[in-house]
């Protein structure tokens, strides 16, 4: 320890969120760090929200309107008194260590400007979609390297003196947006894969799909303002975010074989046969680590399960990106006005 350890505003943004906000804030009282403060906004709800708050919150921020995840950001942010400030999603359980990581990560690294954490492999919910997605997050995240250009939304701290350098933005994927908005200014976002925490969301079919393409599509969009390529192309860590080249590379496979796969089937051509099977090849070989990873988690037949969901996903991310690629494009419907 190289200094005294910091004040934290601990902020929590929630609407509707009776379901998960009491676990939510129950974890953050029991936290062995205790020099902090608790910010909830609550962002409209309609629900017993306000009322849980109040039990554990220093200060509760209520919108009269629902606006979304941004601007609550940006009212717990601007209520904050901490030299820090954590953002928790509404659905996340941290651990008892957690803030005292965070605060100790912070003084022991002055130059840090940011941080980050993962999911844990542990999940409340046994059905197939709510595993899958929280397993995938927690292996995305496995091999990355401590300094990153992102940040995951449910867990990060910033330095407060940071926050007057993000932009406005209007889309989901804003963690994304806030990390490469960092990066642009030459600020150090730390990831700690040490920093786990419990995602309480329950997934199902056509949740999981859709959230992988709204933010597949906000994405690209982000990808195209911050000159996503240039990452990839400089950087060692051959990763954009938490993409890694792999996973890239495996997403192009795929509208490969679809293409490829199309092409056959009208023209009964074999060389599309042919380079569609290699294309499927190459698509193995790059998701057979996670693959692997969910069976020897979850289970050979949760792995199995898990191969035409996997493909089907990246066909839902692939359609996400070119859709967001479009947009931003032809129309550049996304807002990156200085706060």
Not at 61 to 88: E, M, P, W, Y
């Amino acid at each position: 320890m190289i200094g005294k350890l910091p004040y934290l505003s601990v902020a929590v943004r929630v609407y509707n969120g009776e379901g998960t906000l009491r676990r939510c804030l129950e974890a953050v009282h029991l936290s062995s760090y205790k020099d902090y403060e608790v910010i909830v906004v609550d962002d409209g709800s309609s629900d017993n929200t306000y009322s849980i708050a109040r039990l554990y919150a220093d200060a509760i921020l209520k919108h009269s309107i629902n606006q979304g995840l941004v601007v609550s950001c940006r009212t717990a942010f601007g209520a904050a008194s901490g030299d820090i400030i954590v953002n928790i999603d509404a659905d996340v359980v941290i651990r008892r260590d957690t803030l005292a990581r965070i605060a100790e990560y912070f003084t022991d690294n002055p130059e840090v400007d940011a941080l980050t954490g993962l999911l844990s492999k542990e999940h409340p919910h046994t059905d197939f979609f709510s595993q899958y997605k929280n397993l995938y997050r927690h292996f995305s995240f496995m091999t990355l390297p401590e300094r990153i250009t992102f940040l995951y939304g449910s867990l990060f701290a910033i330095r407060k003196e940071n926050v007057a350098l993000l932009s406005h933005y209007a889309g989901m994927a804003e963690d994304l947006f806030f990390g490469q908005c960092l990066n642009a200014h030459g600020k150090k976002i730390a990831f700690l894969n040490n920093l786990e925490v419990m995602h309480l969301k329950k997934y199902s079919a056509t949740s999981f799909f859709r959230n992988d393409f709204i933010t597949s599509f906000c994405c690209a969009k982000v990808f195209l303002k911050y000159k996503g390529w240039q990452q990839i192309a400089i950087n060692s860590r051959k990763n954009y975010a938490d993409s890694s080249l792999r996973q890239i590379i495996s997403i192009i496979a795929v509208f490969g074989i679809v293409a490829g796969g199309a092409a056959f089937l009208l023209t009964n051509y074999k060389v599309f046969l042919a380079g569609t099977v290699c294309l499927f090849l190459v698509w193995v070989i790059c998701n057979m680590n996670f693959l692997t990873f969910l069976s020897r988690e979850r289970g050979f037949v949760f792995g199995l399960l898990s191969i035409p969901v996997t493909f089907m996903d990246q066909i839902i991310m692939l359609t996400g990106i070119m859709c967001g690629f479009t947009d931003m494009l032809l129309f550049r419907k996304i807002s990156f006005q200085k706060r």
